[in-house]
């Protein structure tokens, strides 16, 4: 298994050159949208070209609830999307799709949309204020019958909770598709790296305040790793409880303790996590 030394190195050579690169391709990308040759240039174009058979970030776009607590699909997007996807070139052979000077393709769907079965991997960020309707809980079943994966994380306490597992109930009911803890021993977790402890991830905002990482306070002093499982065992929903790892993703250029302590673990379980989901 790769030493979390190889991914701190990896990954500290490179955030600052991507970022300038990032920087120069923001300059200097034409106006166009097509080449001369007819090839998408940018992420955009090449997502709506159709999908090629590289790994593209698929992010589920979902209406969000009052009753629930949770503040949108859009959040950490899309920085979280394209960091994650590069390290994942990097600390994996997932071929990822990129265009122009490697910028990663990414996606945001809803889930009646029939392009979601074209994503082998799907995430939600802020599931505890999402609301489903009959159409897209009856849509998001079939997608994981079919051998979808969903990964929904950064949700916080027992509300968000309670309101997920309504949602979430409508397209897996409780009693055939019951929730469990994931535990470290699960194949998952040692699919590239070996993973002894699920971190808990602030928001980058108080972290930097307060050195903080329960968001709810006492409420949500525990992170944790839960699962739906199908009836063949293959984990089929994974949700991250009590912790943000899109925080982790989008802002790992933010602060170096933050990096450190939240970036590179969080990078590891992703890379564990999407590869499993790729493979079962």
């Not at 910028?103 to 979601?116: A, K």
């Not at 250029?253 to 450190?260: G, L, M, V």
């Amino acid at each position: 298994m790769a030493p979390r030394a190889v991914v701190l190195l990896v990954i500290s050579l490179v955030v600052v050159a991507i970022a300038e690169a990032r920087q120069r391709s923001t300059q200097q990308r034409p106006n166009t949208v097509v080449s001369t040759e007819g090839a998408p240039t940018t992420p955009e174009a090449a997502a709506a070209q159709g999908y090629d058979g590289g790994f593209r970030f698929c992010r589920i776009k979902f209406l969000t609830s009052p009753a629930g607590d949770g503040d949108g699909w859009y959040v950490d997007s899309p920085g979280a999307d394209v960091n994650l996807s590069i390290r994942l070139s990097e600390l994996t052979r997932i071929p990822v799709t990129t265009v122009g000077e490697g910028d990663p393709v990414h996606i945001v769907l809803r889930l009646t949309d029939t392009e979601l079965f074209q994503c082998p991997f799907v995430m939600m960020t802020e599931p505890g204020g999402a609301i489903f309707s009959p159409q897209e809980a009856a849509q998001l079943r079939t997608y994981l019958m079919k051998g979808g994966f969903l990964w929904a994380d950064d949700f916080w306490g027992s509300r968000a909770w309670a309101w997920w597992s309504e949602q979430i109930g409508q397209a897996l009911p409780p009693d055939e598709y019951p929730i469990v803890d994931v535990p470290l021993e699960h194949p998952m977790f040692h699919t590239l790296f070996d993973i002894s402890s699920i971190p808990q991830i602030p928001n980058i905002g108080l972290w930097l305040a307060t050195r903080r990482t329960s968001e709810r306070g006492a409420d949500s002093a525990q992170p944790h790793a839960r699962a739906i499982f199908d009836n063949h065992r293959r984990l089929m929903v994974f949700m991250t409880f009590n912790t943000d790892f899109g925080d982790a993703f989008e802002q790992e250029h933010a602060d170096t303790e933050y990096f450190q302590r939240f970036s590179v673990p969080a990078y590891e379980i992703a890379s564990d996590v999407i590869l499993y989901a790729l493979t079962h």
